[in-house]
């Protein structure tokens, strides 16, 4: 599943390729058939991302006439492309680039919305780290108030938006914060320790375009150069010696989803 880090690179990699020109856009599945015909000969004026969401302004100059609200979910794509690869009924956005073409498809959600529902959509989420002028005391402030193991608030996108089931993992074992521990259980200095290796960490993801957590000291090599499978240090490692103590790796459901820890590294 796309992570934070996914929506802020393809916001950065859309901006970068659709920059002053009129966007041709299609719907060939037809489903988004209206909203591609308001794009349509637009030009992107903003793209944002924030958490896992993503929001394309089109318009004129300054003037927006079409929102877009995207969410990949948990198997959405949004590539660009030089070859037609996809068949045309699970296109459900396509447009056109100076570089390529770019087609979204299997999203959770791709719908035109007004200024008062992006509001709605944000208000409801918790600082993004890869924000500027996101705030570590709002995750401190939530965080001290949940009941709920740090494992499931981590995912909680009303806490900390961005964070996804590979991410939670691997920061938790940074820090040896077991995530059965009950989120309000966490120190202050523990969750600002914690929100400033989710800054770090993210920056490289969205710099490489993908997950790489283990450090060149326990994995041998820069982030950039580790292979896919020494990136990471527990996430779908169960079974497996942990990297940094030997001992086997464990799984568990933690908020509904797998979740991978080493008992001693992270004992409590
Ligand atoms: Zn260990």
Same mark, same amino acid.
């Given at each position: 599943m796309p992570e934070g880090h996914t929506i802020h690179r393809l916001s950065r990699d859309l901006k970068q390729d659709l920059k002053n020109i009129f966007v041709a856009a299609s719907s060939p599945q037809g489903r988004f058939a209206e909203g591609a015909r308001l794009i349509d000969g637009k030009e992107l004026i903003r793209s944002e991302a924030w958490g896992k969401h993503l929001f394309l302004s089109f318009g004129h100059q300054q003037s927006v006439a079409?929102?877009?609200?995207i969410h990949l979910g948990l198997i959405g794509k949004f $590539?660009?492309? @030089?070859?037609?690869?996809?068949?045309k009924e699970s296109i459900r956005l396509r &447009?056109?680039?100076?570089? #390529?073409?770019?087609?979204?498809?299997?999203?959770?959600?791709?719908?035109?919305?007004?200024?008062?529902?992006?509001?709605?959509?944000?208000?409801r989420l918790g600082p993004d780290p890869l924000r500027r002028g996101s705030n570590v005391k709002d995750f401190q402030a939530s965080l001290i108030q949940k009941k709920v193991p740090i494992g499931a608030a981590l995912?909680?996108?009303?806490?900390?938006?961005?964070?996804?089931?590979?991410?939670?993992?691997?920061?938790?074992?940074l820090h040896g914060i077991n995530p059965n521990r009950e989120a309000s259980k966490v120190s202050t200095?523990?969750?600002?320790?914690?929100?400033?290796?989710?800054?770090?960490?993210?920056?490289?993801?969205?710099?490489?375009? $993908?997950?790489? @957590?283990?450090?060149?000291?326990?994995?041998?090599?820069t982030?950039?150069? &580790?292979?896919?499978?020494? #990136?990471?240090?527990?996430?779908?490692?169960?079974?497996?010696?942990c990297r940094r103590c030997s001992n086997e790796i464990t799984i568990g459901k933690i908020g509904g989803r797998s979740c991978w820890w080493c008992s001693v590294c992270q004992p409590i």
């Open positions: 079409a929102l877009v609200h $590539r660009p492309k @030089t070859l037609d690869t996809e068949t &447009l056109k680039g100076n570089e #390529s073409f770019w087609d979204l498809t299997g999203p959770q959600d791709c719908r035109l919305i007004d200024k008062s529902e992006y509001f709605h959509l944000i208000e995912l909680d996108q009303s806490i900390v938006a961005g964070i996804g089931n590979v991410y939670r993992a691997e920061f938790l074992f200095s523990e969750a600002a320790d914690l929100w400033f290796t989710f800054q770090e960490l993210l920056r490289i993801g969205v710099r490489l375009n $993908r997950i790489v @957590t283990v450090s060149q000291d326990d994995g041998g090599a982030p950039g150069r &580790l292979p896919r499978k020494r #990136s990471l240090y527990v996430y779908k490692r169960e079974g497996l010696p």
